[in-house]
């Protein structure tokens, strides 16, 4: 029988770059990149743009020649679209168990030691090729008897396209797990990173290798105690459980922030930002069952402006709310509190802070006498995120945000790709 204590890690190959090439097969193993919201940076990369040393994060005009003489396909962020992939992947992830752990949009840990698998290479290898199948994103599977040690089996299975796809390191001697991570650079373990790889370089330690050969004792005082639970992990001692999803009680707050396309003075154009910031807090506040007791609002000037501006304002809640109406009313509030039309703004954003379960609710004597309102503000929320789940992420709107037509402060997207598959009018067609 196996272990319980072995994890896998599904990561997503590329992740932006394998969304956009689902609905174009025309571009399987051409150069393709992803720009920032205002297509400024590079934040996302195929193999064939990192083979041409374009670094994540690069500035696009920076590399302007580069990618022109080599063909690059440009791509403006299409975050609806990798949503909805992030979502495909782990309901393709969850008819194999209910043990997730949905660790960013692009990663998931499985717990899989319950499970009756004989061959966990063969069994990592197969599940790559269902999610391949199932949702057209080529992900890489790593299953160790630590989450991570799991997570260097994929940073080895992307190093290697020999390996297919999957690696295994369950019930590995020490000298083969060994060498293994000697192919792994100690700043890609997870929980080093390049803050503390310069100093393990310094004391001789270049590998995941090394990292696992020391004492867990020398380690401590090293890097911590979150360093040595780190090296106990490369040796197999499992010291990080999976979270069955992060608990919503524990995030305090939640921002919507942009830049914009251009720099804008004009009131009503700050108020459709403001507002439409707001509205996707809400959104994700219900999905996240919780509320807000308070709403932040702050504006920005351009970097480099003669005249700096970045007022904020906290406008409390008369309490605790989901509803994207009473939300929206007092971010639209705050921007008051701070507009100024002697500045032009480049950057604006809405923070909900002190947020609670929605059990958590303790309702005022006002709430009390006005409860049947109350829930019948919450059915229209209901509503509200059905219809929009069903025929398009905005399909309705808050009057606040203006027409679609009208978001002019919305940041520069030139080459974004259709919202294939969140949109019924930019569904893929045949022919």
């Known amino acids: 029988m196996p272990s319980n204590n072995v994890f896998a890690l599904i990561d997503c190959n590329n992740f932006f770059v394998s969304c956009e090439r689902v609905f174009r097969p025309d571009l399987a193993d051409k150069p393709v990149a992803v720009l920032s919201n205002n297509d400024g940076c590079i934040v996302a990369r195929s193999q064939e743009v990192k083979r041409l040393g374009v670094p994540m994060g690069a500035p696009e005009f920076k590399y302007r020649d580069v990618l022109s003489s080599n063909q690059v396909q440009l791509f403006s962020a299409n975050f609806s679209l990798y949503g909805d992939f992030s979502r495909r992947v782990v309901e393709a992830l969850s008819s194999y168990t209910p043990y997730i752990e949905v660790y960013s949009v692009d990663e998931s840990f499985l717990e899989v030691g319950s499970l009756l698998i004989d061959d966990y290479h063969r069994w990592a290898a197969d599940l790559s090729r269902s999610v391949k199948r199932q949702t057209g994103i080529p992900v ?12 260097a089996a994929t940073e080895l299975v992307k190093r290697d396209p020999a390996l297919g796809g999957a690696l295994s390191l369950v019930e590995l001697s020490p000298i083969k797990l060994k060498k293994h991570l000697d192919k792994l650079p100690v700043e890609e373990v997870w929980g080093i990173g390049r803050r503390l790889a310069p100093k393990l370089k310094q004391l001789e330690v270049r590998t995941a290798g090394d990292l696992m050969s020391v004492s867990p004792r020398w380690a401590k005082p090293q890097l911590t105690v979150r360093g040595e639970k780190t090296v106990r992990e490369l ?43 707001a509205t996707k807090a809400s959104i994700r506040l219900r999905r996240q069952k919780q509320l807000a007791a308070a709403l932040a609002v702050f504006i920005r000037t351009g970097v480099g402006a003669s005249q700096p501006y970045t007022p904020s304002t906290l406008v409390r809640l008369d309490y605790p709310t989901a509803d994207t109406s009473r939300l929206v009313q007092a971010a639209v509030d705050g921007l008051a509190r701070i507009y100024s039309p002697h500045h032009a703004i480049k950057r604006a954003g809405v923070i909900l802070v002190d947020l609670r379960p929605q059990t958590a609710q303790q309702m005022t004597l006002t709430q009390q006498n006005n409860a049947d309102e109350l829930d019948r503000r919450d059915r229209l929320m209901a509503v509200f995120d059905s219809l929009n789940k069903r025929y398009g992420t905005r399909v309705i709107r808050v009057a606040a945000e203006g027409p679609p037509a009208k978001t002019d402060w919305l940041s520069r997207r030139q080459n974004i790709s259709p919202q294939y598959t969140t949109n019924w009018s930019q569904l893929a067609t045949l022919g």
């Open 140 to 151: 890489s599977v790593g299953v160790a008897p630590t989450k991570t040690l799991a997570k």
């Open 235 to 277: 040796k197999g001692e499992a010291c990080f459980e999976l979270s069955r999803g992060r608990a919503n009680h524990e995030q305090k707050t939640l921002a919507v922030t942009r830049s914009f396309g251009q720099q804008i003075r004009a009131v009503h154009q700050l108020e459709s930002a403001v507002a439409s910031f």
